[in-house]
């Protein structure tokens, strides 16, 4: 294990600090004993990336950023043009939430985000999760699972390796305030790979509901999306995602949360035995 030793910055700004991951970043922080910036379109702290006035405000004495780009196709610029500013504005440390799959999908631009990070002249570090496990609580998509006891996916049998959010909230912190993680690609995953059919077996088992998951073809899938009103746009980059599981390339489990933090990730089975899925349902 490489020893970090601790640079904390005075000031640290959490954007999208509301949201799934940049909440659990922003009490990890206070379990550091800091006290983060958490801005968003709706916190005290206004931040939204289509609005570059409320950049400069955010920005105001902050050392280092952690960054949730706005998942548009202008991400990249912002990101750039944002960067930018956080330089001016005197701050020295960018942690980028990306993802592994944008480096396994066909498409040259997938990085792009990434490559706006690495070139800003700022110290970076880049994390790039699996799909989180709370994504079986806390995604819209994945909601009819515990609202109507049933997912139909796509995925057939293909695995992932699913991440502990909490996992990767710490190795957001501890990139965000020790030295030794600057330069670094940290590709974070669960312990072990499941299907989405084995995931929802053991949410079921825990919760002591009769849930089940379907597999359907991505014919199928496309379909319901339409009866939903997805726009195509979003329905193509889903039947991506999707299809990239189910031809099992994310499968592998990755040691990115051991560089990082000198031990194991979590285990799909902590996430599912500490929440209350008949709440989150």
């Known amino acids: 294990m490489t020893t970090h ?28 004993g800091l006290d983060p910036v958490v801005a968003s379109r ?33 991400a990249p610029a912002e990101v750039a043009g944002f960067a930018e500013l956080a330089a001016k504005s005197g701050a020295r440390r960018l942690v980028l939430l990306s993802a592994r799959v ?10 792009a985000t990434e490559r706006a990070v690495r070139e800003s002249g700022l110290e970076w570090t880049i994390l790039r999760p699996t799909w989180f496990a709370q994504n079986f609580t806390e995604f819209e998509l994945l909601a009819p699972l515990l609202g109507e006891g049933e997912l139909r996916l796509p995925t057939g049998e293909g695995r992932e390796p699913f991440v502990d959010l909490e996992d990767l909230a710490e190795v957001a912190a501890v990139a965000l305030t020790e030295d030794g993680h600057t330069g670094r690609t940290y590709v974070l995953s669960g ?15 825990a919760s002591g509901r009769p849930l089940r998951f379907v597999p359907v073809d ?5 379909a319901d999306l339409a009866a939903a009103g997805f726009p ?18 994310g499968a592998e489990v990755t ?4 560089q990082a933090l000198g031990r194991p990730p979590r285990d799909f089975s902590e996430y599912v035995a500490r929440t209350d899925f008949t709440r989150a349902g």
């Open 218 to 222: 991505e014919a199928a899938y496309r």
């Open 42 to 74: 709706r916190s005290a702290v206004r931040f939204d990336w289509s609005d570059r006035s409320t950049w400069g405000p955010a920005l105001e004495g902050v050392d280092a950023v952690y960054v949730v780009d706005s998942e548009t196709a202008d």
């Open 5 to 32: 030793t601790s640079s904390a910055p005075s000031t640290i700004l959490v954007l999208g600090g509301t949201g799934k991951t940049g909440s659990r970043v922003a009490a990890e922080l206070r379990r550091r």
């Open 191 to 205: 312990a072990r790979a499941l299907s989405f059919g084995d995931a929802v077996a053991e949410i079921a088992r």
């Open 232 to 249: 195509e746009a979003d329905t193509e980059l889903l039947a991506a995602l999707f299809r990239h599981i189910r031809e099992e390339r």
């Open 102 to 111: 944008w480096d396994e999908l066909p498409g040259e631009d997938n990085l």
């Open 255 to 258: 040691d990115g949360v051991q």
